[in-house]
Structures are given as structure tokens and as C-alpha cells.
């Protein structure tokens, strides 16, 4: 799949410490965001750097796109059955428009025209635009998440997976599955808690 453990462990990993920077004084949701924020951005350099992808914002997705444009991959948060071959997870946190024509994608069901980079140049130097047939074509995939605090550590349970159905705004369906050894990293301190929600603006795209 042009990706690795390592790497993936290493995207979980910049997303803990970033999260750890937020202080008490922060907005509610700092950490979360801090910690999204280092994992789009760790997938990216790790598998542009490495394997030759590229970067995608596909709809508004944050993506990381493999060099032949057929494959992509992002990051979300999962409930407490991520990582455990014999549950069913779903995303932690209720997802628009976007994911939804992904998944239609991933299934063959072609999608209908998702907005992606406009321009070529707004792309950047690592960045692609994909052509209507390449994103209908596209295959997502996402490394799906779960933290916990266990003690003075955290575990983060992960796997990678393709999303196959997707109803209100849920993946209540995975195609394909690669549950994850789970990340542990010590010495947490006191950080201001990500709150009971989140801001979510689904957006349908015309």
C-alpha cells in the first residue's frame, strides 16, 4: 500500500505531542485540534518524503495522495472498538459531505463531482488536483485512532481502514480492516480536555 508501521506509528505519535502542548488556558478543543493538525501534516511529509506522494485536499479532505493518483489516505478519530479485529468501530466524531463521496468512491459507485484543489498551482509543490474520472476512481483509506489514558500513560489503539458505507454523517461499514499494534507513550501532564464535542459544519457540495 506504499505505507509502513513505522510511519504510522510515527503520525500518532507527533499528534500526542502536539496535543500535550495545549495548556489550561487554551480554548476548549485546543488539544484536539493541535493534535489533527500534526497528524495530516506528519502523513503527509512522512509518505512525500518517502514513498513519493503528494498532498490532496479532496472536497475537504486532508489527504495524502500515492503517486499514480489511484490510492489516498487520511486520518480520523474512532470509538473504543478501533483496533479490535473482532469489533466494529465507527468515527469518534460525525464527518460531512466529503466522506460520504469517498466512500461511494471506494465502493465503485462512481461520486458525484468533489471539489477538489481548483487550481494547480494552489496544489503547491507537493500538491495534486484530481481530474473528475481520478477522484471517482480515487481509493480512500484512513488511519483511524482511539486514545486513552491509562495511569501516567496514554494508548492509542489505530488501523488502517477503507471506509464502505457511510449513513448520517457515520462509516457503519468497513470494506477492508488492518487493525494495528497500539502506540504507548508516558509521561502525560495536565492539558486542557478536548470538552464533551466538537464544532462539525457538514457542507454539501454543488
Known sequence: MGTRLEYLHE???????ARRTAVPNDPMGTGGRRAYEAHVRTIRELHIEREGWARLVH???ELACNADRSMAMGVMVGDAA???ASLFPKNGRRRGTATGQVTQANEGEG????????FMAGAGPSGVALSEEEAAALKTWFLLS???????????????SRPKRFVDGF????????PLPALTMDGIEPLNDDGPGEIDIPVDFR
Do not use: F, M, P
Open 146 to 160: 482511539y486514545r486513552t489514558k491509562a495511569g501516567d500513560a496514554v494508548r492509542v489503539d489505530c488501523e488502517l
Open 82 to 84: 478501533t483496533g479490535q
Open 11 to 17: 503520525v500518532l505519535r507527533a499528534g500526542e505531542a
Open 111 to 118: 461520486a458525484a463531482h468533489v471539489q477538489t484543489a481548483l
Open 59 to 61: 472536497g475537504r479532505l
Open 171 to 178: 462509516v457503519v461499514e468497513w470494506g477492508s480492516r488492518i
